[in-house]
């Protein structure tokens, strides 16, 4: 079994957090995009879209859990629902004949929404599918294995588009950074195979400015430089598409368990104001998801039991929920707390922040960025409004739209 054969054959946290991300936005975004235009359409194109399902477990799930392409099924169906009903529609871009096999299969299941399988690779395919969307809106994910998508395609198709409404989701991993960046810390000399790697990370990046951002954060032998130094390179590729697109960029980072080193950074590019706003909130359910997926896994690989004294069982479901609920409070109370901190501090030198601009979404989440949502923000400026600090929100008022307004007028 190959390590990619192992990659659908089982669902690893990191694609709970992924998946749970991917629909968590592709919802907000679908019904605000679509919802705006004259045809109520928007696009959802998935260029390295894989089998569309997970194989099942052994003794578990007899249906599998869902890759990319049914998550935007699963959306494309909601959306439809709405009134007025909004049309999502999937084009899912793959190479692999065995994955493209089973995404035609797992599609024609769901003929109620308009999806589509092209066989081929994302290279040759993606421009046809740009020329097709017109001006609607699209949200476009890129999540190739390692680094094997060339800037270009990125820059010169999707992020060219001139549509309003126009977004790419790049699953980044920081992993492929890490590893290949290592092959220049090691300071030794190059075979012909290690070059080519690193030029089609150049190719992957657009540059190769990135070596000497890796060179300047990595230290040979330190733990977690590597990973220190591929979040640096992250984090200049993002301001380089700002240089030359002008598109924002949120970072989520996608671990195993909290704790861990970050395996990918799922990155939204986007224009809209609203974007950061929702991608923040899709990140933050995200999260509460993949907590409790670790939490389970782990109660059922450590044989941790959330015993029932009464029913006299080792693990009960009822417990599991208990404890988990009981967990979430105490983190819902800390992540309120540092929002209404990072607020209450940023009201000191602004009489107002605005909810769909991105930096300043970015300053009231702080260090909670990706943990912190709607939910906490709502409750950290209801305490503030209660504390004299902000003026109070308006409840008909969609939060994406809303500026918090300090209360008081400026000391003088
Ligand atoms: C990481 S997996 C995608 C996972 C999927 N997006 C999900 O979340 O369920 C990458 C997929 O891209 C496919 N692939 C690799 N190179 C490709 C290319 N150049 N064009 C299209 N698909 C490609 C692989 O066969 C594999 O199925």
Redesign the pocket.
Known sequence: MTN?DE?WSRKQSA?VL??AV?KNYLIPFTMMTAGANSKFQAWFV???????Q?APEEGGDSEGQD???A?ALGVARFVASRTPPRRLRCVF????KD?VRSLEGFVSHHKDVRARVIH????S?LAGVVGEMGADPALT?L???GT?LPYDLMRRSVLARMAPKNEVLL?LHVTSLSRIGGILGRGENLTSADSRTLQRLDAFLGQDEWREVFLGTFRKSVEGSATAAALEVASHFRAKVKKDTGYDSFAVDVRRAEGHVPLFQLTLFYRSGYAAYKFADASSLGHAKWREFNMRAEARRNGVMYADALLGEDYTEEAFEEQFAHDEKALRERLCNDVARNIRVLLRSRAELSLSRDSDIKAIYGDALGLAGEKHLRAAWDRLAANGVALRRDPAQKMQHARIVRAESPAS
């Not at 871009?93 to 692999?96: A, K, L, P, T, V």
Request: glycine share 14%; no cysteine; proline share 9%.
């Open positions: 990619h990659f694609a992924k998946h991917l998935d260029g390295y879209a894989g089998p569309g997970y890759g990319s392409p998550v871009i793959e190479q692999d994955h081929g690779a994302v290279q395919e994910f999540d190739p294995y094997a699953n």
